[in-house]
């Protein structure tokens, strides 16, 4: 069956000093960047490049190279689909760039849009590259996040691989029997698919919980 | 000899993260036969059954299924040769009900109205499953899910099934009744299994296969009576089970 190394697939396994700063400092570290980056006004561009100064900085000391985080930027790109349509849907005064006629704060929302979801996206990136999934959740409950919210990511990951993996025996068996994905005409099998999986998780977390109470977890906030 | 219906030669594959798991497989399965496909957990079995419809593409050497290649053109064909039913049968059944599942193979390959009709009802017959047609799959004892299961594959017609792991998980009578169903279908068979007194019983010819090549592919019977073959590849016997005396 399918064996995935061992870790995450964000996760980029390396020893260096941002890899062995603790969880709950980098994620901090990260909501405080980011608050300051969103706080900046859309058209300080002197003080963005100084912002991606210290992001590169960081990736440098970090040691994941470039290539590793930029096709996972990718998730980016609905964020770019919104920030080009907006010059052209939003009013007002117009201009002209690459000689097309479009809306002035449009243009400046686009622009301010792109650099802060980049600078964002390749910040978190960051974190997830150099900190592996425990670690988050260890940090996330050393900074006293609800227990429930924290039980819930840590659940999340846990189970992220095992209904991936389920996914894919389960596309495998549907395409064994002769089935393409090829027109819109086959969505109905796909989406017969999405409710078996959801089904399937759903029942997946009654065992679980099931297996849970039978080695004494108490329901109520109990941390057994 | 006829052509036969899986022609396996020089198979090697690894997968994409760099771990290969076979290193030259030949297997060649002739019609009507029924083959066992016994060996150690990651020995490669899987991986091999999935080179027999084209999911997994061969790194080096052939596969060929009655004479048709195995490649990108020829998948719906080879798909509809080879029925493969998988070890979980949850992962096979997805619609709201059995006949829906069991029509999904046959509307793959095109059959419409009465002869999709005809096709299904055919197929859970052969499973004994027919009274079940409008039951929705997920309320089937997990027996009953495996047989709807090797329906929805014998619905597509194939020169070949392929069971992954029949047995596990069924209780004795239910591992009987399929036993039965097993023997009374008319098509080649290859099953993949760790159970041996299962293999001896339905196949005569068994293929082992240990660190991704096959150790041995013989009479089932000699096989398993053979001790020191047996231990060196990690296959045992259940407890008092003696293959000479069965």
Redesign the interface.
């Known amino acids: ?1 399918e ?3 061992h870790g995450h697939k964000l996760y980029f396994a390396a020893d260096s000093p941002v890899h062995r700063a603790p969880a709950h400092l980098k994620l901090l570290a990260l909501l405080g960047f980011m608050l300051v980056v969103v706080a900046t006004p859309g058209t300080a561009y002197p003080v963005f490049a100084v912002y991606a100064v210290i992001l590169l900085g960081v990736v440098v000391v970090s040691r994941v190279p470039f290539g590793y985080l930029l096709p996972r930027m990718l998730v980016e790109i609905p964020f770019v689909v919104f920030a080009l349509l907006l010059p052209f849907l939003a009013t007002g005064p117009q201009t002209t760039f690459l000689g097309m006629t479009v809306s002035q704060h449009g243009l400046e929302a686009a622009g301010s849009l792109l650099i802060k979801a980049t600078i964002g996206v390749a910040a978190s990136l960051t974190l997830a590259a150099t900190t592996e999934p425990h670690a988050l959740i260890d940090g996330l409950r050393r900074l006293r996040l609800p227990y429930e919210m924290v039980q819930i990511m840590a659940f999340m990951i846990r189970y992220l691989d095992v209904v991936t993996d ?1 996914m894919h ?2 596309r ?9 994905a090829t027109s819109f005409r086959q969505w109905g ?1 796909l989406a ?2 999405g ?3 959801f ?2 998780s759903y029942e997946r977390g009654e065992r679980v919980h099931l297996a849970m109470l039978s080695r004494g977890h108490d329901p109520r906030g109990g941390r057994s | 000899m006829s052509v036969p219906v899986i022609d396996v030669r020089g198979l090697a594959y690894a997968y994409p ?1 760099g ?1 290969q798991v076979l290193y030259g497989v030949d297997l060649h399965i002739h019609p009507g036969e029924r083959v066992a496909l016994l060996g150690p957990n990651g020995a490669g079995k ?1 991986t091999l059954v ?1 080179h027999l ?1 084209g ?1 997994l593409l061969p790194g080096a050497g052939t596969v060929e299924v009655s004479g048709m290649p195995v490649v990108k053109k020829n ?2 064909e080879i ?2 040769r ?3 039913v ?1 070890q ?1 049968p ?7 009900t059995v006949r ?1 599942d069991v029509a ?2 046959p509307a ?2 095109g059959l419409r109205g009465d002869a999709l009709e005809r096709r299904v009802l055919h197929a859970l017959d052969q499973v004994g499953m027919a009274e079940y047609a409008d039951r929705p799959p ?1 309320h089937l004892s997990f027996g009953q899910r495996r047989r709807v299961a090797v329906a ?2 014998l619905a ?1 017609e194939p020169q070949i099934l392929v069971l992954d792991e029949p047995s596990s998980n069924l209780d004795p009578m239910a591992r009987r009744e399929l036993a039965d169903i097993v023997r009374a279908l008319d098509v080649t068979v290859l099953m993949v299994t760790h159970d041996l007194p299962y293999a001896l019983e339905l196949c005569p010819r068994a293929v082992v296969l240990s660190d991704g090549v096959v150790a041995a592919d013989s009479d089932t019977r000699k096989l398993l009576s053979d001790e020191d073959f047996m231990r060196a590849h990690r296959l045992e016997l259940p407890y008092g089970f003696d293959p000479r005396t069965v």
């Open positions: 069956m064996q995935r190394p389920e025996r389960m495998v068996a549907r395409e064994s029997r002769g089935f393409r099998a017969r698919t409710s078996a999986l089904i399937r | 993260d771990r899987t999935l419809n999911i998948f719906p798909r509809r080879v029925g493969i998988f979980d949850d992962d096979q059944l997805f619609s709201a829906d999904f193979g793959n390959l997920h929805t594959v597509m």
